[in-house]
């Protein structure tokens, strides 16, 4: 990282650096963590590192699969390298579980099990709050087109499957997840990232959130909870490594 200085981007919780190929980009996650589009801010010690393996082993068992995304190789702790797409500004959230705003919007309560996945749209912008959109308004808007925002949810919808029965295999149920998407070179590719900041995850024996909802709602074990669906994932156990 220290010979990486020319940040094209930052997020909530990553940065964008630039390489010497256009094509390329370097993203490093970092421990800084947000929640209620920024209105909550801290720290969970270690995130950064354990996002990053985890986006390595999901970006790598996606691209196993079939899914065409942005990672290339993880490079070190917190730094991967990536394909430097041109995000598209809508996120799709694919919901298999009711939880957090589904429930105030439709009144089920949380941990009702949908009868169908319900994947929605999300105008990416942090002072609307992102609000959800459907097609009409992101073909007005020229954001995307028809085809595009198919393909979208084709591969979201794929996703969901290859995630929900690789965390069924370790003993965690895929609430619901969030997934952002980018154009490169007229190719549609999955990007962002597929976390704990990005997913909400539930122990399937006791229902416990292993997720950015800790931290949201102050359940406390925060790092514990990363750590966990990590080690469940990889085998790897990490030791507390705070962001320099």
């Known amino acids: 990282m220290n010979n990486i200085t020319n940040m094209i981007a930052e997020g909530k919780g990553k940065r964008l650096y630039a390489t010497e190929n256009p094509d390329e980009a370097v993203v490093y996650y970092r421990d800084e963590t947000f929640a209620f589009h920024g209105l909550k801010r801290g720290r969970i010690i270690g995130k950064g590192e354990i996002n990053n393996l985890i986006c390595e082993y999901m970006f790598t068992l996606l691209t196993q699969k079939g899914v065409p995304n942005h990672f290339i190789r993880r490079i070190d702790n917190r730094c991967s390298l990536i394909k430097r797409v041109e995000i598209i500004p809508v996120t799709i959230k694919v919901r298999n579980i009711v939880a957090g705003s589904l429930a105030?919007?439709?009144?089920?309560?949380?941990?009702?099990?949908?009868?169908?996945?319900?994947?929605?749209?999300?105008?990416?912008?942090?002072?609307?709050?992102?609000?959800?959109?459907?097609?009409?308004?992101?073909?007005?808007?020229?954001?995307?087109?028809?085809?595009?925002?198919?393909?979208?949810?084709?591969?979201?919808?794929?996703?969901?499957?290859?995630?929900?029965?690789?965390?069924?295999?370790?003993?965690?149920?895929?609430?619901?997840?969030?997934?952002?998407?980018?154009?490169?070179?007229?190719?549609?590719?999955?990007?962002?990232?597929v976390s704990p900041d990005t997913c909400r995850f539930w122990d399937a024996r006791t229902h416990e959130p292993l997720d950015i909802d800790r931290f949201r709602h102050d359940l406390g074990d925060v790092e514990e909870a990363y750590r966990e669906v990590l080690h469940r994932l990889t085998g790897n156990v990490l030791k507390n490594t705070e962001e320099e």
Do not use: Q, W
């Open 104 to 193: 105030k919007r439709i009144g089920y309560p949380d941990g009702t099990r949908l009868k169908n996945t319900v994947v929605e749209y999300c105008l990416k912008d942090p002072e609307l709050e992102d609000p959800l959109v459907n097609l009409t308004h992101i073909t007005a808007m020229e954001i995307a087109t028809a085809e595009e925002m198919h393909r979208m949810e084709e591969m979201s919808l794929r996703v969901n499957d290859i995630l929900s029965e690789c965390m069924r295999e370790i003993n965690i149920e895929l609430i619901d997840f969030k997934l952002e998407f980018g154009r490169f070179h007229g190719e549609i590719l999955l990007a962002d990232e």
